[in-house]
Each structure stands twice: as structure tokens, then as C-alpha cells.
Nanobody, 136 residues
Framework: QLHLMESGGGSVQPGGSLPLSCAAS????????MGWFRKVPGKEREGVAM????????FYADSVKDRFTISQEYRKNIVHLQMNSLSPEDTAMYYC?????????????????????????????WGQGTQVTVSS
């Protein structure tokens, strides 16, 4: 069974940086894409960033472009999210997710780019989440 484990997160002042990492284990099929999503209480889960492992193609929500960077460790099923210039609006629970279906990845990419909320059934595997809090 696919298992994802996030690490990193925590509290930071506005303007600061935080790195997040996510490792997938129990992989039965080739992972096509992995990504990061976030949720605040009272709002739906939104896409933050995702990438395709084979091409390194990365996609970002408009709200984090030029501030966040997603990257992978090749052949290790590990992704990182470097978050810079953080603002209080970035405060949320951040979730890592992975998918082995390319059509699902493409659909998720379109949802992320269009700002469409992403439900828990959208992708194959999800981590438990890690809290990121940005405040002074």
C-alpha cells in the first residue's frame, strides 16, 4: 500500500522560508506525479505545486509562483517543496500526494492551474499532513 510521509513545516515569520519533504514507500506501480496541496479550516483543499517525475515538468498555483519550488530526488520517490517569502496567507496544513495514473495527474494539473479544489479521492495516496504557520 502506498504510504507517504511528510517532514518539515513548523512556524516562521513573514518573509521567511521553510522546506518540506515527502517520501513515498510501499510503491507498487511507477509514480507518475507527486505534488503538494494545502488546506485551512473552513476552506477546501487546494493545489500548491506538482511535478511529473519522468519530465521534471513542474506546475504551480498562481499564489505561490516565483516563491515556491518543487523538486525531486531522482528514482527515490521523494519530493521537496522549498517555500520562500512566506506570508500569513500561506498558513495551512500541507499534504503530499502521489499518483500512478497519467490521466489523473493531467486532470490534477488542470485543477491546480485553474484553482479548482482537490478532493481526497483525486489522487492515489496522501500523507498525513504537516502544519505550516506564518505569523509575527
Amino acid at each position: 500500500q502506498l504510504h507517504l510521509m511528510e517532514s518539515g513545516g513548523g512556524s516562521v515569520q513573514p518573509g521567511g522560508s521553510l522546506p518540506l519533504s515527502c517520501a513515498a514507500s510501499g510503491v507498487q506501480r511507477y509514480i507518475v506525479c507527486m505534488g503538494w496541496f494545502r488546506k485551512v479550516p473552513g476552506k477546501e483543499r487546494e493545489g500548491v505545486a506538482m511535478m511529473y517525475f519522468s519530465s521534471d515538468a513542474a506546475f504551480y498555483a498562481d499564489s505561490v509562483k516565483d516563491r515556491f519550488t518543487i523538486s525531486q530526488e531522482y528514482r527515490k520517490n521523494i519530493v521537496h517543496l522549498q517555500m520562500n517569502s512566506l506570508s500569513p496567507e500561506d498558513t495551512a496544513m500541507y499534504y503530499c500526494a502521489a499518483e500512478s495514473s497519467r490521466p489523473r495527474c493531467v486532470q490534477t494539473q488542470r485543477m491546480l492551474e485553474g484553482g479548482t479544489p482537490v478532493g481526497p479521492d483525486q489522487l492515489e495516496g496522501w500523507g498525513q499532513g504537516t502544519q505550516v504557520t506564518v505569523s509575527s
